[in-house]
């Protein structure tokens, strides 16, 4: 099962990205999950005085969510593909909304220093060559007690929710990927979600990586035992010195 990785995957978003919005706007529902994705972080007193790394910003759609929920927030979205990031930047945002490009696994380099509060990460981990170091990245990015939130395609197993997803390719995504001009990034949307963890296993693989209260929350809809919410914490201060 052949999948677009790193540069190549990159390559496919930056021309994506011209007609991204629109596609996504067509999925009935995208922009409402993202929004009930980002309360199931249950940032307090609508973000104040907090800091948020939303991580694989794409053109913005997960940035909107957050500050849908928090909007005293201080947020920074970061995305690998120039050409998505530079369709997010150019929609009006308040001054606590910044932009940076780089890739997950280089933040460092980027100048994103850690001791975020929280981590939003919508549609990212089935499109990283290493998903174990960039949730050890994310760990590292959070204060002690720092919250996250992972809005993923991941089926539940069985052969339902597998079949339900390629007929959903099959008949829309896939069809207008290819009418967009970008038919590869649309079959690798649909082999990716096939490929990656179940929800049980990526529950176990925050559990690794050290993250604690986690749990897979569903989501409604056509996406029910396709797409999940993941909340976890980091160890908070307390525990880690007890």
């Known amino acids: 099962m052949a999948l677009l990785h ?4 990159t390559a496919a978003f930056d021309h994506a990205s011209r007609s991204y919005d629109r596609l996504v706007a067509a999925n009935p529902g995208y922009h409402g999950q993202l929004r009930r994705s980002a309360r199931r972080l249950g940032l307090p007193d609508a973000g104040r005085g907090l800091r948020v790394l939303d991580l694989g910003c794409g053109t913005g759609a997960s940035t909107a969510a957050l500050l849908a929920v928090a909007p005293y927030a ?4 970061v995305d690998a593909s120039a050409g998505m990031l530079a369709r997010a930047a150019g929609k009006p945002w308040p001054p606590g909304v910044s932009f940076v490009h780089a890739p997950v696994e280089g933040l460092a380099d980027a100048g994103v220093a850690g001791g975020f509060d929280a981590v ?7 499109n990283v060559t290493d998903p174990d170091a960039v949730l050890g990245a994310v760990r590292e990015a959070l204060v002690p007690g720092g919250r996250l939130a992972v809005h993923e395609y991941t089926l539940t197993g069985g052969a339902v929710p597998r079949a339900v997803w390629t007929a959903v390719c099959a008949g829309i995504l896939r069809p207008a990927g290819r009418l ?12 990716s979600v096939l490929a990656f963890d179940t929800a049980a296993e990526f529950t176990g693989r925050l559990r690794r990586a050290g993250f604690r209260q986690v749990r897979a929350l569903p989501l409604p809809g056509w996406q029910t ?3 999940h919410t993941f909340v976890a914490a980091t160890a908070g ?5 007890a």
């Open 6 to 9: 790193d540069g190549e995957l």
């Open 74 to 77: 201080e947020i920074t979205a």
């Open 120 to 126: 939003f990460a919508a549609y990212l981990f089935r």
């Open 180 to 191: 967009a001009g970008d038919a590869g990034l649309y079959r690798h949307l649909w082999r």
């Open 225 to 227: 035992g396709i797409t």
């Open 237 to 241: 201060a307390r525990e880690e010195g």
